[in-house]
């Protein structure tokens, strides 16, 4: 990762790389996450813990505390990776480790783990604006998330909306092997809805307990 990266998630909260994975790889890993979807393999994702409380009040700020239930939140479906599981996550999760070492060495945040599930958003599916980082467990700490859309159009929606402090909130497209990075703590986010499949790959980095 180049040191423009790290210096701009430093100074912003978040970073993109428009080319990460290479294209053979993308292909692989967007082959097997629409394979996990079209074997039903797939499962209704749920955030499973608490969370914050202001993820809830960016939803519905007249109700601050009816929290909303999982399926007014997001409608995307997942599946965790495991290693071992094939190459192309394994290659994957290597990129990731040596990821890992670098944001460690560059800025001593004491990564020890990530963790990572593809995800497939249907037409029409979104996760409405939320946090990453949970109530509960605040191991969470870089967000990570890595798109295998090819040829993807603007018009087709899908973008990961960042809402930045002080500015306009900023669209990103799911471009194929493209990866944004962003503080799991503090970025709100959301995913609009779009108008074809949008798979993905999304991950944290976890500091130790
Ligand atoms: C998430 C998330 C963003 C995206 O899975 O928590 O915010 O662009 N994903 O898919
Ligand atoms: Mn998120």
Known sequence: MSAG??????????????????????LALAAECQGLNDQNLLRIAKTGRVTKPDM???????????????AQLRSDQISWLS???SLACDQYLLLMESLRQQLNRDLFLGLDDYESHFAFYAPGAFYAQ????????DRRT??????????????QGG?????????????????ASSMVLFLSATMLHEVLPAT?????????FRRRL
């Open 130 to 137: 939320h946090r990453d980082r949970f109530q509960d467990d």
């Open 142 to 155: 870089i967000s990570v998330v890595i798109y295998l859309n090819q040829d993807w159009q603007t018009e």
């Open 196 to 204: 074809r499949d949008r798979l993905s790959l999304a991950g944290w």
């Open 5 to 26: 990266f790290i210096t701009h998630l430093v100074e912003y909260g978040w970073a993109r790389q428009a080319i990460f994975l290479d294209a053979d790889l993308t």
């Open 83 to 85: 290693i071992g599981q």
């Open 159 to 175: 973008a990961l909306r960042l809402h930045l402090n002080d500015s306009k909130p900023l669209d990103i497209a799911p471009e």
């Open 56 to 70: 809830q009040m960016g939803l519905q700020p007249k109700i601050q505390n009816q929290a909303k239930t999982e």
